[in-house]
């Protein structure tokens, strides 16, 4: 294994200290020690990255596995998955480093040779592997590639503001509609509200967004936190961000039963109810849960299968009934 650590972005000294200021934890990390994150480490007075240029694997998929429904519908992207966590859910924190090495400039000319136009970082946190995916963004852009990002939002506006300008689109992702019981408890984060932060800096950098929310029966499926969400989501982004609505998969942290299809109906439902135009539902549906419509007409636009594109009907981004402009990025 290649023990190389880059030198790391977003930190200062505090004494003997370092403060690291990539995510909403701001460790204050010792001599010798790490983050929360265990792969941003002070090593003799400077901040360095453990997961850089370590990728873990890549996988051709489309670009609705993100989940992406309105960025770029039907196209085909390099997933890329790296180490590290910042939460501790799913694959949890760990400082074993795993994958193989590569350069920004080696993903670049795959994604070029297999002609695919945009890059996907997804799998564990992305953002914990950033200065790997700022570098790629950047030499992705001179080659017009798009590069997106699948994260649980609790990076910080400098984080944002660094990586903005190269980053054309992102799906952040709520547990149990933020109720921050659930993320004291059984994520160990303080709170949700970075993620809130993070989504209005987003937006403030004109990264599109979409939004995932992953219901979990009896311990993330409170109504008056789903309600929050979806209320802020309307007044504080735009009633046409597409909000996907998940499944809970059971990890070591939490052993749940599967979320009934009329709950997940229900939880639509009422998204649309406060006005969001795009909720989905992803799993065994029926299929209008995963079709987009005109919000005008309610004619049916992009009609999916399992997540799939099957259908466009679209003239550019605009329904061909009624001409209504769609929240949609095309080529």
Known sequence: MNNYMEEALL??????????????????????ESGVCKVRVNEKGSLKSKSYGKVIGTKINNIEKMPLYHFFPGAQALFIKSNGNNFDWDEGRTDK???????????????????????????????????FAYKL???????????????????????????????????????????????KKYLDAPDSSPIFHALKNFK???????????????????????????????????????????????????????????TLEHFANEAQRVGLRFPYIHGEVEPEYETTFCYNCMQPMIVRDHGLVSKISLEKDRCPGCGFKLNLVLE
């Open 11 to 32: 930190w200062s000294r505090e004494g003997k200290k370092i403060r690291c200021f990539l995510c909403a934890y701001n460790c204050l990390i010792a001599e010798g």
């Open 97 to 131: 480093i795993k994958g193989d090495p590569a350069t920004p400039e080696d993903v670049v000319k795959m994604v070029n040779k297999k002609k695919i136009r945009i890059i996907a970082l997804s799998g564990n946190e992305p953002t914990m592997f950033f200065e």
């Open 204 to 262: 403030k950098h004109r990264v599109f967004i979409e939004i995932t929310n992953t219901i979990i029966p009896h311990y993330g499926d409170n109504e008056d936190a789903y309600r929050r969400l979806t209320d802020w989501v309307v007044n504080n982004l735009d009633s046409s961000v597409p909000f996907h609505l998940m499944d809970f998969k059971p990890n070591d942290k939490l052993r749940s039963v599967p979320v009934p299809a009329k």
């Open 137 to 183: 963004a950047r030499v992705a852009k001179r080659y017009n590639i798009k590069t997106v990002l699948s994260t649980n939002g609790y990076i910080t506006s400098e984080g944002i503001k660094k990586i903005g300008k190269y980053l054309d689109a992102v799906n952040v992702k709520f547990v149990g509609s933020g109720d921050n019981e659930l993320y």
